[in-house]
C-alpha cells in the first residue's frame, strides 16, 4: 500500500542552524501539508502546497519557514534558523484532492529537536 | 478555537471491552477524519465520515456523526491490546484545505 515517508526520523540540530526535512508524497497525490505536533499538545497545520505554490498557511509558517517541491518526489520543509520552540514533530502528509473530499494520509514524522 | 476537543482525554478498559470516544467541533465542516497515533509515531487514518453522513463502519470500527450537535464518536468494538494508542479527531472545515485536530483521547486497552 503507498504511503508518505519521512526523513530523517530525528533531526537534532543547534539553535540558529537551517534545517530541511524531507517527504516524499504518496506519487499521485496532487496536496501536500506540513503539520507539527509539539511534545503533549494537538498537531497543527503549518502549510498546504498545490500545483507548486502554497495554497493555504497557519499564523505558525511565518518567514523562518519555506516549502518547496525540487522534483517530481520531494517535498521539503525548510526551518531557516532555529528556535528551542521549533522542537516537535513534524509530519507531512498529502491527499489526492482537496480534503473536502478525500481521506489524507500522514507519514511518520520528523522529530526535530533543537538544542 | 476551530479545533475540537475529544472527550474522555483518558480512557483504560479490559480487552474484549468497547471503547467509546467523543469529539466535538465547532464550525461548519465537509468531512470528519480519525486517526490513531501510537506512542511517538505517525499518524494513521483510519476512517473518514462526510457532512452528510451519519454513520460508518470499518472493521472493528463504527464512527457517527451528528452534524446538529457538532459532534462524532468512534467506537471499537472487542478491543484488543494493540489497539493501545492516542485517537484524533480532525475536522475539515468547509472553505479550508486543512484539517483542524482535537486534543485526543488516549486509550488503554488491558490485556
Known amino acids: 500500500e503507498p504511503e508518505v515517508t519521512q526523513t530523517p526520523s530525528h533531526q537534532v540540530t543547534q539553535m540558529g542552524q537551517e534545517v530541511i526535512l524531507r517527504c516524499v508524497p504518496i506519487s499521485n497525490h496532487l496536496y501536500f501539508y506540513w503539520y507539527r505536533q509539539i511534545l503533549g499538545q494537538k498537531v497543527e497545520f503549518l502549510v498546504s502546497?498545490?500545483?507548486?505554490?502554497?495554497?493555504?498557511k497557519s499564523e505558525i509558517f511565518d518567514d523562518q519557514f519555506s516549502v518547496e517541491r525540487p522534483d517530481g518526489s520531494n517535498f521539503t520543509l525548510k526551518i531557516r534558523s532555529t528556535k528551542l520552540e521549533d522542537s516537535a514533530m513534524y509530519f507531512c502528509a498529502s491527499s489526492e484532492w482537496q480534503i473536502a473530499y478525500n481521506e489524507q494520509f500522514f507519514g511518520p514524522g520528523t522529530r526535530l529537536t533543537v538544542l | 478555537s476551530q479545533q475540537g476537543e475529544e472527550d474522555p482525554q483518558a480512557l483504560s478498559i479490559q480487552e474484549g471491552e468497547n471503547a467509546t470516544m467523543n469529539c466535538s467541533y465547532k464550525?461548519?465542516?465537509?468531512?470528519l477524519q480519525w486517526y490513531r497515533q501510537n506512542s511517538g509515531r505517525g499518524l494513521v487514518h483510519l476512517i473518514l465520515?462526510?457532512?452528510?453522513?451519519r454513520e460508518k463502519h470499518s472493521g472493528r470500527l463504527r464512527v457517527t456523526l451528528d452534524t446538529s450537535k457538532k459532534s462524532s464518536s468512534l467506537l471499537i468494538t472487542a478491543s484488543r491490546a494493540a489497539d493501545t494508542a492516542s485517537y484524533f479527531c480532525?475536522?475539515?472545515?468547509?472553505?479550508?484545505?486543512?484539517?483542524?485536530f482535537g486534543t485526543g483521547t488516549r486509550l488503554t486497552v488491558i490485556p
Open positions: 465520515i462526510r457532512s452528510n453522513e
Open positions: 502546497f498545490y500545483n507548486n505554490e502554497i495554497s493555504e
Open positions: 464550525t461548519s465542516i465537509n468531512n
Open positions: 480532525a475536522n475539515g472545515q468547509t472553505g479550508a484545505n486543512n484539517l483542524f
